[in-house]
Protein backbone atom coordinates (compact mmCIF):
# COMPACT_ATOMS: atom_id res chain seq x y z
CA UNK A 1 0.00 0.00 0.00
CA UNK A 2 1.14 3.42 -0.82
CA UNK A 3 0.54 6.34 1.68
CA UNK A 4 -2.33 7.80 0.58
CA UNK A 5 -4.25 4.48 0.36
CA UNK A 6 -3.08 3.75 3.96
CA UNK A 7 -4.42 7.36 5.00
CA UNK A 8 -8.10 6.49 2.85
CA UNK A 9 -7.75 3.48 4.89
CA UNK A 10 -7.67 5.24 8.47
CA UNK A 11 -9.65 7.57 7.70
CA UNK A 12 -12.97 4.99 6.94
CA UNK A 13 -11.91 2.65 9.45
CA UNK A 14 -10.91 4.43 12.46
CA UNK A 15 -10.85 8.33 11.79
CA UNK A 16 -14.16 9.29 11.19
CA UNK A 17 -16.27 6.66 13.05
CA UNK A 18 -14.06 8.77 16.22
CA UNK A 19 -14.67 12.03 15.05
CA UNK A 20 -18.26 11.31 14.23
CA UNK A 21 -18.87 10.61 17.49
CA UNK A 22 -17.71 13.28 19.65
CA UNK A 23 -18.29 15.98 16.83
CA UNK A 24 -21.65 14.89 15.17
CA UNK A 25 -22.81 18.50 15.02
CA UNK A 26 -19.39 19.81 13.25
CA UNK A 27 -19.11 16.56 10.89
CA UNK A 28 -21.01 18.10 8.10
CA UNK A 29 -18.68 21.24 8.13
CA UNK A 30 -15.04 18.92 8.20
CA UNK A 31 -13.44 18.10 4.79
CA UNK A 32 -11.03 14.96 4.73
CA UNK A 33 -8.10 13.71 2.93
CA UNK A 34 -4.57 13.67 2.22
CA UNK A 35 -2.61 16.54 0.60
CA UNK A 36 0.22 19.26 0.71
CA UNK A 37 3.75 18.36 1.31
CA UNK A 38 5.21 14.51 1.08
CA UNK A 39 5.92 12.66 -1.87
CA UNK A 40 2.44 10.22 -0.99
CA UNK A 41 0.62 12.97 -1.28
CA UNK A 42 2.02 12.74 -5.42
CA UNK A 43 1.87 8.68 -5.16
CA UNK A 44 5.62 8.86 -5.53
CA UNK A 45 6.51 6.95 -2.23
CA UNK A 46 8.00 3.77 -2.17
CA UNK A 47 10.04 2.02 0.45
CA UNK A 48 13.12 4.38 0.81
CA UNK A 49 10.12 7.44 1.55
CA UNK A 50 9.25 5.94 4.82
CA UNK A 51 12.21 6.38 6.71
CA UNK A 52 11.18 9.93 7.48
CA UNK A 53 7.64 11.87 7.77
CA UNK A 54 5.48 8.97 6.61
CA UNK A 55 2.75 6.96 7.85
CA UNK A 56 -0.78 6.41 8.81
CA UNK A 57 -2.41 9.75 8.82
CA UNK A 58 -5.22 12.07 7.01
CA UNK A 59 -6.29 16.22 6.87
CA UNK A 60 -9.29 17.53 8.76
CA UNK A 61 -9.75 21.02 7.17
CA UNK A 62 -12.11 23.05 8.93
CA UNK A 63 -13.11 26.65 7.96
CA UNK A 64 -11.40 29.21 9.56
CA UNK A 65 -14.32 29.98 12.58
CA UNK A 66 -14.97 26.56 13.44
CA UNK A 67 -10.83 26.22 13.76
CA UNK A 68 -10.33 29.16 15.88
CA UNK A 69 -13.47 27.50 17.67
CA UNK A 70 -12.87 23.61 17.92
CA UNK A 71 -9.48 23.60 16.21
CA UNK A 72 -7.69 22.23 19.72
CA UNK A 73 -10.43 19.81 20.37
CA UNK A 74 -10.31 18.36 16.88
CA UNK A 75 -6.74 17.83 17.16
CA UNK A 76 -6.75 16.38 20.64
CA UNK A 77 -9.37 13.73 19.28
CA UNK A 78 -7.11 12.70 16.30
CA UNK A 79 -3.85 12.91 18.28
CA UNK A 80 -5.80 10.18 19.99
CA UNK A 81 -6.72 7.84 17.27
CA UNK A 82 -5.14 4.11 17.06
CA UNK A 83 -1.49 3.89 17.01
CA UNK A 84 -1.21 1.71 13.41
CA UNK A 85 -3.63 0.71 10.55
CA UNK A 86 -3.21 -2.30 8.33
CA UNK A 87 0.87 -3.15 10.62
CA UNK A 88 1.60 0.61 9.31
CA UNK A 89 2.97 3.25 12.28
CA UNK A 90 1.04 6.30 12.29
CA UNK A 91 3.34 9.40 10.87
CA UNK A 92 6.03 10.47 12.83
CA UNK A 93 6.83 13.70 11.92
CA UNK A 94 9.78 15.14 11.82
CA UNK A 95 11.83 18.43 12.29
CA UNK A 96 10.36 19.38 9.45
CA UNK A 97 7.25 18.06 8.08
CA UNK A 98 5.12 18.92 11.46
CA UNK A 99 1.67 20.46 10.63
CA UNK A 100 0.85 18.10 7.60
CA UNK A 101 -1.63 16.14 8.66
CA UNK A 102 -4.40 16.19 11.91
CA UNK A 103 -6.77 19.48 12.03
CA UNK A 104 -5.80 22.80 9.53
CA UNK A 105 -7.78 25.75 8.88
CA UNK A 106 -8.69 26.01 5.13
CA UNK A 107 -7.76 29.59 4.70
CA UNK A 108 -4.75 29.01 6.29
CA UNK A 109 -3.79 26.30 3.92
CA UNK A 110 -4.16 27.77 0.92
CA UNK A 111 -2.28 30.77 2.09
CA UNK A 112 0.59 28.59 3.05
CA UNK A 113 1.27 27.20 -0.64
CA UNK A 114 -0.44 30.20 -2.31
CA UNK A 115 -0.01 33.17 -0.16
CA UNK A 116 -3.88 34.19 0.03
CA UNK A 117 -7.22 32.39 1.43
CA UNK A 118 -9.13 31.31 -1.61
CA UNK A 119 -5.62 31.45 -3.89
CA UNK A 120 -4.90 33.15 -6.98
CA UNK A 121 -7.26 34.93 -8.70
CA UNK A 122 -5.48 37.84 -10.94
CA UNK A 123 -3.34 37.14 -13.20
CA UNK A 124 -0.56 39.42 -11.20
CA UNK A 125 -1.12 36.59 -8.12
CA UNK A 126 -1.06 33.89 -10.50
CA UNK A 127 2.34 34.93 -11.61
CA UNK A 128 3.72 35.22 -8.23
CA UNK A 129 2.76 31.17 -6.90
CA UNK A 130 5.74 28.95 -7.72
CA UNK A 131 4.79 26.58 -9.71
CA UNK A 132 5.90 23.49 -7.24
CA UNK A 133 3.41 25.57 -4.32
CA UNK A 134 0.46 25.54 -6.97
CA UNK A 135 1.14 21.32 -7.18
CA UNK A 136 1.08 21.05 -3.60
CA UNK A 137 -1.69 22.29 -3.05
CA UNK A 138 -3.81 19.84 -5.25
CA UNK A 139 -2.22 17.53 -4.92
CA UNK A 140 -3.31 14.15 -3.24
CA UNK A 141 -7.01 13.40 -2.76
CA UNK A 142 -10.38 14.70 -1.01
CA UNK A 143 -12.06 11.75 0.66
CA UNK A 144 -14.79 13.87 1.61
CA UNK A 145 -16.25 17.37 1.58
CA UNK A 146 -19.88 18.00 2.41
CA UNK A 147 -19.36 21.96 3.23
CA UNK A 148 -17.24 22.28 -0.44
CA UNK A 149 -15.23 25.07 1.25
CA UNK A 150 -12.09 23.30 0.96
CA UNK A 151 -13.24 21.77 -2.53
CA UNK A 152 -14.13 25.14 -3.92
CA UNK A 153 -11.01 26.43 -3.88
CA UNK A 154 -9.08 23.71 -5.20
CA UNK A 155 -11.06 23.26 -7.98
CA UNK A 156 -10.30 26.33 -8.80
CA UNK A 157 -6.75 25.63 -9.02
CA UNK A 158 -7.33 22.30 -10.77
CA UNK A 159 -8.65 24.48 -13.74
CA UNK A 160 -5.29 25.74 -14.36
CA UNK A 161 -3.68 29.25 -14.96
CA UNK A 162 -5.72 31.62 -16.75
CA UNK A 163 -4.65 31.17 -20.34
CA UNK A 164 -2.56 34.53 -20.73
CA UNK A 165 -0.40 33.15 -18.05
CA UNK A 166 0.01 30.00 -19.40
CA UNK A 167 1.21 31.16 -22.79
CA UNK A 168 3.55 33.71 -20.83
CA UNK A 169 4.91 30.75 -18.73
CA UNK A 170 5.21 28.37 -22.38
CA UNK A 171 6.89 31.17 -24.13
CA UNK A 172 9.29 31.66 -20.91
CA UNK A 173 9.98 28.28 -21.40
CA UNK A 174 10.52 27.79 -24.61
CA UNK A 175 13.16 30.90 -24.81
CA UNK A 176 15.32 29.03 -22.19
CA UNK A 177 15.25 25.97 -23.41
CA UNK A 178 16.66 27.31 -27.21
CA UNK A 179 19.08 29.59 -25.31
CA UNK A 180 20.27 26.87 -22.66
CA UNK A 181 20.11 23.47 -24.99
CA UNK A 182 19.84 24.78 -28.72
CA UNK A 183 22.44 27.67 -28.15
CA UNK A 184 24.38 27.57 -25.17
CA UNK A 185 25.01 23.63 -24.69
CA UNK A 186 26.75 23.22 -27.94
CA UNK A 187 29.05 26.44 -27.24
CA UNK A 188 30.30 25.24 -24.18
CA UNK A 189 31.06 21.62 -24.98
CA UNK A 190 32.75 23.20 -27.91
CA UNK A 191 34.76 25.77 -25.93
CA UNK A 192 35.83 22.37 -23.48
CA UNK A 193 33.77 24.05 -20.56
CA UNK A 194 32.09 20.96 -19.50
CA UNK A 195 31.03 22.64 -16.22
CA UNK A 196 28.94 25.10 -17.95
CA UNK A 197 28.00 22.79 -20.61
CA UNK A 198 26.18 20.61 -17.54
CA UNK A 199 24.86 23.91 -16.31
CA UNK A 200 23.40 24.77 -19.49
CA UNK A 201 22.11 20.94 -19.57
CA UNK A 202 20.26 21.65 -16.58
CA UNK A 203 18.19 24.56 -17.70
CA UNK A 204 17.52 22.65 -20.28
CA UNK A 205 16.20 19.94 -18.77
CA UNK A 206 14.04 21.75 -15.98
CA UNK A 207 12.67 24.27 -18.43
CA UNK A 208 11.56 21.37 -21.00
CA UNK A 209 9.82 19.36 -18.17
CA UNK A 210 8.34 22.39 -17.16
CA UNK A 211 6.99 22.55 -20.48
CA UNK A 212 5.72 19.52 -20.67
CA UNK A 213 3.53 19.93 -17.71
CA UNK A 214 2.36 23.30 -19.29
CA UNK A 215 1.37 21.95 -22.65
CA UNK A 216 -0.47 19.20 -20.82
CA UNK A 217 -2.18 21.74 -18.52
CA UNK A 218 -0.65 20.42 -14.78
CA UNK A 219 1.35 21.78 -12.71
CA UNK A 220 5.23 20.78 -12.30
CA UNK A 221 6.14 19.30 -8.78
CA UNK A 222 9.10 20.28 -7.06
CA UNK A 223 12.16 19.58 -8.90
CA UNK A 224 12.91 15.74 -7.52
CA UNK A 225 9.60 15.06 -9.07
CA UNK A 226 9.19 16.20 -12.21
CA UNK A 227 10.28 13.56 -13.95
CA UNK A 228 8.55 10.71 -12.29
CA UNK A 229 5.44 12.87 -12.55
CA UNK A 230 5.70 13.13 -16.70
CA UNK A 231 5.23 9.27 -16.77
CA UNK A 232 1.12 8.88 -18.01
CA UNK A 233 0.22 12.28 -19.12
CA UNK A 234 -1.31 12.83 -21.72
CA UNK A 235 0.10 15.23 -24.10
CA UNK A 236 3.93 13.84 -25.12
CA UNK A 237 3.85 11.09 -23.97
CA UNK A 238 7.36 9.86 -24.95
CA UNK A 239 8.54 12.76 -22.81
CA UNK A 240 9.55 10.77 -20.05
CA UNK A 241 11.49 8.74 -21.51
CA UNK A 242 13.25 11.57 -23.37
CA UNK A 243 14.37 13.05 -21.09
CA UNK A 244 15.76 9.68 -19.20
CA UNK A 245 17.65 9.25 -22.59
CA UNK A 246 19.09 12.84 -22.27
CA UNK A 247 20.03 12.18 -18.36
CA UNK A 248 22.53 9.23 -19.55
CA UNK A 249 23.43 10.63 -22.55
CA UNK A 250 27.46 10.93 -23.59
CA UNK A 251 28.23 14.43 -23.57
CA UNK A 252 28.48 16.40 -26.81
CA UNK A 253 26.67 15.44 -30.01
CA UNK A 254 24.76 12.84 -28.36
CA UNK A 255 22.74 14.90 -25.72
CA UNK A 256 22.45 17.39 -28.65
CA UNK A 257 20.66 15.02 -30.74
CA UNK A 258 18.34 13.95 -27.89
CA UNK A 259 17.78 17.75 -27.14
CA UNK A 260 16.64 18.80 -30.61
CA UNK A 261 13.99 15.52 -30.47
CA UNK A 262 12.48 17.07 -27.52
CA UNK A 263 12.37 20.27 -29.09
CA UNK A 264 11.10 19.08 -32.44
CA UNK A 265 7.86 17.49 -30.32
CA UNK A 266 7.52 20.81 -28.12
CA UNK A 267 7.36 22.78 -31.37
CA UNK A 268 4.45 20.20 -33.15
CA UNK A 269 2.29 20.26 -30.49
CA UNK A 270 2.41 23.83 -30.11
CA UNK A 271 1.33 24.10 -33.56
CA UNK A 272 -1.31 21.64 -32.27
CA UNK A 273 -2.78 23.73 -29.79
CA UNK A 274 -2.78 26.84 -32.15
CA UNK A 275 0.05 28.89 -30.25
CA UNK A 276 2.31 28.64 -33.10
CA UNK A 277 2.33 28.27 -36.39
CA UNK A 278 6.38 28.42 -37.38
CA UNK A 279 7.72 25.41 -39.07
CA UNK A 280 11.11 26.66 -37.27
CA UNK A 281 13.03 23.95 -34.92
CA UNK A 282 14.53 26.56 -32.83
CA UNK A 283 12.47 27.22 -30.17
CA UNK A 284 12.98 30.88 -29.47
CA UNK A 285 10.58 31.62 -32.88
CA UNK A 286 7.89 29.62 -31.27
CA UNK A 287 8.26 31.97 -27.91
CA UNK A 288 7.46 34.91 -29.88
CA UNK A 289 4.57 33.29 -31.90
CA UNK A 290 3.24 32.35 -28.45
CA UNK A 291 3.94 35.63 -26.86
CA UNK A 292 1.15 37.26 -29.41
CA UNK A 293 -1.54 35.07 -28.31
CA UNK A 294 -1.55 36.96 -24.82
CA UNK A 295 -4.42 39.33 -24.75
CA UNK A 296 -3.27 41.61 -21.72
CA UNK A 297 -1.19 44.29 -22.89
CA UNK A 298 1.43 44.40 -20.10
CA UNK A 299 2.03 40.85 -19.87
CA UNK A 300 2.16 40.70 -23.51
CA UNK A 301 4.84 43.46 -23.45
CA UNK A 302 7.05 41.71 -20.62
CA UNK A 303 10.38 40.33 -21.92
CA UNK A 304 9.62 36.97 -23.04
CA UNK A 305 12.30 35.35 -20.33
CA UNK A 306 10.16 36.57 -17.81
CA UNK A 307 7.70 34.09 -16.08
Same mark, same amino acid.
Given at each position: ????? #?????YRTVGRPALQAQFPGLLPRMAFGLAGEGSECFGFDDAL???? &??????? %?????????????? #???????????????? /????? $??????????????????????????????????????????? /??? $? #?? &? &??????????????????? &?????? %??????????????????? /??????????? +??????? +????? %?????????????????????????????????????????????? %?????????????RRQGLSGSSDSFLQTHAAEVMAHITDPALRQAHVMEE
Amino acid at each position: MNGLA #VARQYYRTVGRPALQAQFPGLLPRMAFGLAGEGSECFGFDDALSRDH &DWGAGFC %IWLDEADFRQYGAQ #VQAAYAALPAEQAGFP /VRQEG $EYGSGRVGCLCTQQWYRRYTGLPEGPRTLAEWRRVPEAFLATA /VNG $E #VF &D &DPLGRFSAARDRLLAYYPE &DVRCKK %IAARAAVMAQAGQYNYHRC /VKRGEMVAAQL +ALAEFMR +AGMSM %IYLLNRRYAPFYKWMHRGLEGLPKLPRAHGQFARLAGAAPGAQAEE %IMEGICLTVAAELRRQGLSGSSDSFLQTHAAEVMAHITDPALRQAHVMEE
